[in-house]
């Protein structure tokens, strides 16, 4: 099982960045992104389940799209209007049918002021 992510940077706020994760190895019936800023806990940016069903964090709605490829096994996140305080790791997540949890490698996202 592997989540293989792409992406990031270091952009200035109101700037658009773009995360990939290719994700192979097993069927997952969610994948998403999760986001630790320095500090703080893992937290919950967008998931997109498999009846294609989508939660965004409270702080992200209307300026990130999650996108799921299933022929291509990715999933993608669209990030725009970016704020400072959404400078974070970014971790690609998958979630198995039973429930279990897997992690990419983090990508850096710096916006800076």
């Known amino acids: 099982v592997q989540l293989q992510a792409s992406g990031g940077g270091l952009v200035q706020a109101g700037g658009s960045l773009r995360l990939s994760c290719a994700a192979s190895?097993?069927?997952?019936?969610?994948l998403g992104w999760y986001r630790q800023a320095p500090g703080k806990q893992r937290e919950l940016v967008a998931i997109?389940?498999?009846?294609?069903?989508?939660d965004y964090a409270e702080a992200v709605k209307g300026r990130f799209t999650v996108s799921r490829d299933n022929a291509k096994k990715t999933v993608s996140l669209q990030m725009n209007s970016l704020k400072v305080e959404d400078t974070a790791v970014y971790y690609c997540?998958?979630?198995?049918?039973?429930?279990?949890?897997?992690w990419g490698q983090g990508t850096q996202v710096t916006v800076s002021s």
């Open positions: 997540h998958g979630r198995s049918i039973v429930a279990k949890h897997y």
């Open positions: 190895g097993m069927i997952f019936s969610a």
């Open positions: 997109i389940f498999s009846d294609d069903s989508i």
